[in-house]
């Protein structure tokens, strides 16, 4: 079957839980549950190598504050005026 071809699927029985997750997840990202199921399809094949993310939410995790590398960070930050003459 050509890449470029497209098929259509009916799912039944899908736990309430199961919908409420997913419709929650393609809110999140901005997209129609459509979108997302078929992005899912294709991550689950190992065909998901054209994913757009827009945001790094899922890949990074979340932000923590860390004393140490805000420390390093305003280190960085601070300007040497005497290699600036």
């Given amino acids: 079957?050509?890449?470029?071809?497209?098929?259509?699927?009916?799912?039944?029985g899908v736990p309430g839980d199961v919908d409420q997750g997913l419709r929650r997840r393609a809110r999140?990202?901005?997209?129609?549950?459509?979108?997302l199921l078929v992005e899912e399809l294709c991550?689950?094949?190992?065909?998901?190598?054209?994913?757009?993310?827009r945001t790094l939410k899922?890949?990074?995790?979340?932000?923590?504050?860390?004393?140490e590398f805000a420390r390093i960070l305003g280190e960085q930050r601070r300007i040497d005026r005497g290699l600036w003459r």
């Fill in 1 to 12: 079957m050509p890449r470029s071809s497209r098929v259509q699927y009916t799912v039944r």
């Fill in 28 to 35: 999140q990202r901005g997209m129609s549950l459509n979108q």
């Fill in 43 to 53: 991550e689950a094949v190992g065909g998901g190598h054209g994913r757009r993310y």
């Fill in 58 to 67: 899922d890949l990074g995790g979340r932000w923590r504050d860390d004393p």
